[in-house]
Structures are given as C-alpha cells and as structure tokens.
C-alpha cells in the first residue's frame, strides 16, 4: 500500500521533513518512490512552511496512495482531499485493568472507614461496670466444673 508521508531530516532539535510517496512497510526515513513536497516547522506559520508538487499528488491519489494524517492537514488546504478534526472521547479514560484497580483500592479504602467506624462506635459504647464484669465469670466457672 503506498502512502504519502513525511521523512524527516535536519539535525537534532532542527527538524525538515520531505514529503515522500513511499510503501508503508519501508522505514519512516528510508526508500521512498519520489519526493512530492517539503515541511519546515521551524518557519513561522505564514511564510512557506509547506510546499506541495499538487499535481504530482493528484496523480498519486488517483492511483490509490493513503495520505498519513499530518500530509492530509496539508493536502486540505490544498483542495486535494477532505480532512477532518478527530474525535475520540474516550482518549483519557483509563484501561479495563487501571479501572479494576481503582475498583479495588476504593473497596479497600471503604472497608477500612468502615472498621474505622465500627472500633469508634465500640469505644464510645459504654463498658459493662467493674462489678458485673467478675460476677458472670464466677458464675461460669462453678457451671463448667
């Protein structure tokens, strides 16, 4: 399958892309087809950051290469093919294992306000006198011999 993507070049921190026609199984920077534009991102927005063989790309389209994401942005303005903003509402929502797990630390964290409870509520309850207390063992006591 052929896409139409970047390759990056420049130095480090002083990125320059080309924009390829490349088989999506070759590396990002390695063998592509033929070169059909240019990105900087170190330009300022309103000067030639982009420019496009749009001709080229046209052909290419016509033959069935996929632009990538980034390359579509650029080929809209363009005219060339219709882009649109993604949108994934579940992108910040935690896995099924993170929810698992959140699960558990809040039953954890509930049984133990729980037992916090209980111990409160026997130490607030009054303690049976001192004299009753000795009563009932002795009372036992002669019962089981």
Do not use: C
Request: net charge positive; glycine share 6%.
């Amino acid at each position: 399958m052929l896409k139409i993507r970047l390759s990056r070049g420049g130095s480090k921190k002083r990125p320059y892309y080309t924009i390829v026609i490349a088989n999506s199984t070759a590396a990002r920077d390695g063998k592509f087809i033929e070169k059909v534009g240019t990105y900087n991102p170190m330009l300022p927005k309103d000067a030639q950051r982009v420019t496009l063989k749009v001709e080229r790309i046209a052909e290419w389209l016509k033959k069935g290469a996929q632009p990538t994401d980034r390359v579509a942005r650029f080929l809209s303005k363009e005219g060339l093919v219709e882009w649109k903003h993604g949108n994934n509402p579940q992108k910040g929502t935690p896995g099924k294992k993170a929810q698992e797990r959140a699960a558990e630390r809040a039953q954890r964290e509930a049984d133990r306000l729980e037992a916090e409870a209980a111990a409160k509520a026997e130490a607030a309850a009054p303690a049976p006198a001192a004299d009753e207390a000795p009563v009932e063992a002795a009372a036992e006591e002669p019962a089981g011999e």
